[in-house]
């Protein structure tokens, strides 16, 4: 069986203050048995987020990692190892805001993924079509080929060790959500494709869901055989909506 997960993405969001009102609603929330919570707060807040929740069982994450996984003179990242250092245990790569505004390519994507895993950080992998693709059909094709271009570099074997999030990009911050049925099937052409390649880990491995998840979705979303929990942006900024969802995995 595979634990679900549910990963709250704050983005460029919050200050200070605001992060410490949101640790505050976190520490209250009654965490569902069973399911794995993380948040992924700016990489400036690391440090104080991973202090705030000491002792709750909420993991912490990071928004991106550098492709040096040690530090080094690269002006302005921040290297996978120390993340670690900080208190990370997961680190998002690939996500369509970087992958479209910042010209991340897929081979950058699969040096960063590479630089987590070798620092002991668990990548999670983002992977997702834009409302063109869908609509010209090529939702399998676009998908197939970011996951392709890890296998192909590192091998199937690292998704042992490693979480996927399907994140249409047409559904992201846009209040659009994908049907259960719309996300099942990319859920699944992405878990037979790595079961072409390892039936274990395509067994194994957590898919996510993203894109618009709120509570009113996630119940439905997450009841689908493929989708294990879900990659969580707007949604994650509210305690009490984010435990809401959390709750949604573990029912
Ligand atoms: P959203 O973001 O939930 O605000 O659509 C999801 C994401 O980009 O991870």
Redesign the pocket.
Known sequence: MRRPLVAG?W?MHGTRASVAELIKGLRQLAMPAGVEVAVFPPCLYIGQVVEGLAGKSILVGAQNCAVEPLQGALTGEVAASQLQDAGCSLVLVG???RRILLGESDDWVARKFAAAQSCGLTPVL?VGETREQRESGKTLEVVGRQLDSVIESLGVGVFAQAVV?Y?PVW????GLTASPEQAQQVHAAIRAQLAAENADVARGVRILY????KAASAAELFGMPDIDGG??????LNADEFGAICRAAGS
């Open positions: 993405n983005k996500h369509s805001e983002c999030a994140e559904a992201i911050g846009t993203g894109g618009s998840v990659l969580v942006g707007g949604a994650s």
